[in-house]
């Protein structure tokens, strides 16, 4: 990480110092001096380097602080790092070819150019791997968070989108790693080909080893193009299943209408710029102007695209909340425990000698006149004198006061309850308080030009012979060795 910082910033600094020409007047310029269309594309390469250094810090940040999901981040750091390290080889070479005094068959060693271009592409094949699993991750994660939810009634993973997933990630890695290879021992038997004579190249050997290069390109291109096939389909069954299970799922929305048409129209740009630097595109009559255009239209598109990609998946890491299904803050955890029974009364039974049935009190017009059916004796009301009627409502009793209504809550148990505490008149118990409060919630998941970063395009002819480009003749059986 510290070399490539410094690569990274003297390839910021080396232009801004190649300014500088010595001699006189007459003598050649020393100075780095662009034309105005690599002028541009080296501006669009600075500005990536920043926005590059910027998402690397925050994705290693989400990467700590992404419980349950950093998996996504696990591949996009990596992702990241290598994009970065493709631009700033990127800027090298474009300080190299566009010093006017370097002569390079005798101020650079022979394999300088060469070697750049092969990390160039290397670094940019490896990055478009890794990004493409980071959001396959994502993916995974949303389909164990609905297969959580649904308590394995919906979601999970299908065995046959894993194995596209798997299928589509070995052979764009593969297929790329063995084209630039190739690529770069081609350059080392051209370049070298005076110190080792079975090194040798004839004209037929390098045109053959030209178009097995391109053929392994072309491969390449066609499976990176297929991922975006596969994202924005995976996106699109993994939304379908939340959407029958009635759940709202924030991270799939974002994936569906975000993530999936970027990625979709990355692999758009990749299969036009691939169809343009092929020799079905551009003509050799186009000139120069023309394919350092194509180039910086390459850089910006590829480059801005692969850049969204990465910064949407880093928004969804800034609240946990995204990952919870229905988009509600996860309950902090908690353990069940027995709630209180409630407080139990029981009144105590009238005192002996007193009648079952009868109020207990003492009325000014002799015995009390309210008669109840029950145990134990009971007097014939007819014998008795009547009382005045706000007797008759009244109750005398220690645990209440009077009421007009009707008997107090607290009144004495009715005769035909047995002294319980169970009375039509007593107060319902609270209900039991639930064991564990709240529903279930799952929980959160463990989870362009020549040598373009994030672009798939050959270099212009203008570039240095980073290729035994000189090694085909005017009849155009050969091609540049590089893109």
């Not at 992702?79 to 493709?86: E, H, K, M, R």
């Not at 194995?163 to 084209?179: D, K, N, P, W, Y």
Request: proline share 10%.
């Amino acid at each position: 990480m510290f070399s490539f910082a410094i690569v990274l910033f003297s390839s910021l600094i080396l232009p801004a110092a190649c300014q500088f020409s010595g001699g006189d007047d007459d003598a050649e310029s020393t100075g780095f001096h662009p034309d105005p269309l690599t002028a541009g594309t080296f501006a669009l390469l600075c500005i990536f380097a920043v926005c590059y250094s910027v998402l690397i810090i925050w994705t290693f940040v989400a990467l700590v602080t992404s419980r349950g999901h950093r998996a996504p981040y696990a591949f996009l750091l990596p992702a990241l790092v290598f994009f970065a390290w493709s631009n700033a080889t990127y800027i090298a070479l474009i300080i190299l070819v566009n010093i006017p005094a370097i002569v390079f068959s005798d101020d650079l060693p022979p394999l300088l150019v060469p070697a750049l271009t092969f990390v160039n592409y290397l670094f940019n094949d490896w990055g478009l791997v890794l990004i493409f699993l980071a959001v396959i991750a994502v993916i995974w994660n949303r389909e164990s968070a609905l297969r959580a939810a649904t308590e394995g009634k919906s979601g999970g993973h299908h065995p046959a989108l894993i194995a596209v997933h798997a299928t589509l990630a070995a052979l764009v890695f593969i297929l790329g790693t063995a084209a630039e290879g190739y690529n770069m021992e081609t350059n080392v038997r051209y370049y070298l080909r005076d110190d080792d004579e079975r090194r040798f190249l004839t004209r037929r050997q390098l045109a053959r080893r030209i178009i097995t290069y391109q053929q392994l390109f072309y491969a390449f291109s066609s499976f990176a193009i297929l991922m975006g096939v596969d994202v924005i389909v995976s996106a699109t069954l993994l939304w379908r299943a939340w959407k029958n299970a009635a759940i709202s799922d924030k991270v799939t929305n974002i994936m569906l209408y975000v993530v999936a048409p970027l990625y979709g129209l990355l692999s758009l740009v990749i299969m036009i710029f691939t169809i343009v630097f092929s020799p079905s595109g551009l003509p050799r009559s186009a000139g120069r102007a023309a394919f350092e255009s194509a180039s910086l239209a390459n850089v910006l598109l590829a480059t801005g695209l692969l850049l969204a990609v990465a910064t949407t998946l880093l928004v969804l890491a800034l609240r946990k909340r995204n990952w919870t299904p229905g988009g509600a803050a996860p309950p902090m955890q908690q353990q069940p425990y027995w709630a209180p029974q409630p407080q139990q009364y029981t009144y105590a039974a009238p005192p002996p000698g007193t009648q079952s049935g009868y109020v207990h009190g003492h009325f000014p017009h002799g015995p009390p006149m309210a008669f109840a059916p029950g145990p134990g004796p009971a007097v014939d009301p007819t014998l008795a004198p009547q009382a005045p009627p706000a007797a008759r409502n009244s109750y005398a009793y220690a645990s209440g006061p009077s009421t007009p209504q009707g008997p107090s809550p607290y009144a004495p148990p009715r005769p035909g309850s047995y002294y319980s505490h169970a009375s039509s008149h007593a107060p319902a118990s609270p209900p039991l308080a639930s064991a564990v409060p709240g529903g279930y919630t799952p929980p959160a998941s463990a989870y362009g030009g020549a040598a373009s970063p994030g672009g798939y395009s050959p270099p212009s002819s203008s570039q240095g012979p980073s290729t035994p480009a000189a090694a085909c003749g005017e009849d155009g059986t050969a091609s540049r060795v590089t893109r």
